[in-house]
C-alpha cells in the first residue's frame, strides 16, 4: 500500500512537472525576440555604420579630458590581449598629453575615447546590454548608457553602468526633466571582492513604456518607473535612444566621491600614472540590442 503511494505521489509530481514545462515553454514561445543591434568587435577595427567616434567640440561635468577620433584611444585587441572575450574586445583608454588643443581652442591635458550610435542607430523599448570589464582607479570615469536625440534633459539619459574608479561598485541612473544632475534615480551594486569591475560583467537595461529594468549579470539592481519619475517631472522615455560608450577622465562626479583636487581634479596620482603607462582601460566584449514582441 505504501508502495502504491509513493507512485500515486510519483505520477502527480510528474504530472505537476509536465504542465509546468508545457506553460514555461507555451509563455516563452508567446513572446518572441529580435536581436537589432550588435556589435563583436570581431573586425578588429570600427564599424563606422554602427559608431561614430566624438571629437571635443563641447564640455560637460569639468572633465579632464578630449574626446578625439584616434587608434591611440579606441582600439581593438585578438587572441589572449582580448582577455577573455572570444572574438577580441573594444578598448577604450584615456592617454596623458599635455597641452592637447581642440579644434575650437580649449587646451586638455587628456584625450580619450567616446563612441555613438547617433545617426546609424537608435531604438525604444527591449533590452540593451554589453559585456564589459574595467581598470580601477580614483577618477577613471568609463560609462555605458543612452540618450535621447533632443535637448538635454528633456529627451532623457539612461546610464546603464557607470564607474569612477572604485572596484567594489558600479552604478546605475536616470536623468530627465526634474529629476537630472543631482537626479533622485541613481543606485549602486556593491561587487564581491573575487568578482569586482576588473572582471567581466554584462550589464544591461530592460526598457518597455513604463519602467527602466537595470540588472547587472542577469540579476536586477534597481528600477526606476513612469510613476516614480512623474513625482519630479514628465516619463520622457517614450522616444527613441542612441547608444554610447566613452571613458571620462575626473570630473565632477568622481570628485564628488573622491575630493581629490590634485594632481587634477576629481582624479588621483595613482590614477595619472596608470594612464602615462597606459594601463587604464575600458574593455568591451560585445554590445548587443534586443526587441522583445508577442
Do not use: C
Request: no cysteine; charged share 20%.
Amino acid at each position: 500500500m505504501l508502495y502504491k503511494k509513493y507512485i500515486l505521489i510519483a505520477a502527480i509530481t510528474s504530472l505537476t512537472a509536465t504542465a509546468f514545462s508545457q506553460a514555461k515553454k507555451t509563455s516563452h514561445t508567446a513572446k518572441t525576440s529580435t536581436v537589432i543591434f550588435f556589435d563583436d568587435f570581431a573586425a578588429g577595427k570600427l564599424d563606422r555604420t554602427k559608431w561614430q567616434p566624438v571629437i571635443t567640440g563641447f564640455h560637460v561635468n569639468d572633465e579632464l579630458q578630449a574626446y578625439v577620433d584616434s587608434g591611440a584611444v579606441i582600439s581593438f585587441v585578438q587572441g589572449a590581449a582580448a582577455q577573455g572575450a572570444t572574438n577580441g574586445a573594444l578598448v577604450l583608454s584615456p592617454k596623458y598629453s599635455p597641452g592637447f588643443e581642440t579644434f575650437d581652442g580649449q587646451s586638455f591635458d587628456f584625450i580619450s575615447g567616446r563612441l555613438i550610435t547617433q545617426g546609424k542607430f537608435d531604438f525604444t523599448y527591449g533590452r540593451a546590454e554589453a559585456r564589459i570589464k574595467i581598470t580601477t582607479g580614483d577618477g577613471l570615469w568609463p560609462a555605458w548608457w543612452m540618450l535621447g536625440n533632443g535637448k538635454w534633459p528633456q529627451s532623457g539619459e539612461t546610464d546603464i553602468m557607470e564607474f569612477i574608479g572604485e572596484g567594489d561598485w558600479v552604478s546605475a541612473a536616470v536623468h530627465g526633466p526634474g529629476y537630472s544632475g543631482e537626479t533622485p534615480f541613481v543606485n549602486r551594486l556593491y561587487l564581491p571582492k573575487n568578482n569586482d569591475a576588473t572582471q567581466w560583467h554584462t550589464y544591461a537595461v530592460d526598457w518597455t513604456p513604463e519602467s527602466l529594468v537595470f540588472k547587472y549579470d542577469g540579476v536586477t539592481m534597481f528600477r526606476v518607473t513612469k510613476t516614480m519619475a512623474e513625482h519630479y517631472g514628465k516619463w520622457v522615455f517614450t522616444d527613441k535612444q542612441y547608444l554610447i560608450l566613452n571613458f571620462a577622465v575626473g570630473g565632477i562626479y568622481p570628485f564628488k566621491i573622491n575630493g581629490i583636487k590634485k594632481p587634477y581634479y576629481g582624479l588621483s596620482q595613482k590614477s595619472l600614472d596608470l594612464i602615462k603607462a597606459g594601463k587604464a582601460h575600458m574593455m568591451v566584449d560585445w554590445v548587443k540590442v534586443t526587441k522583445y514582441s508577442k
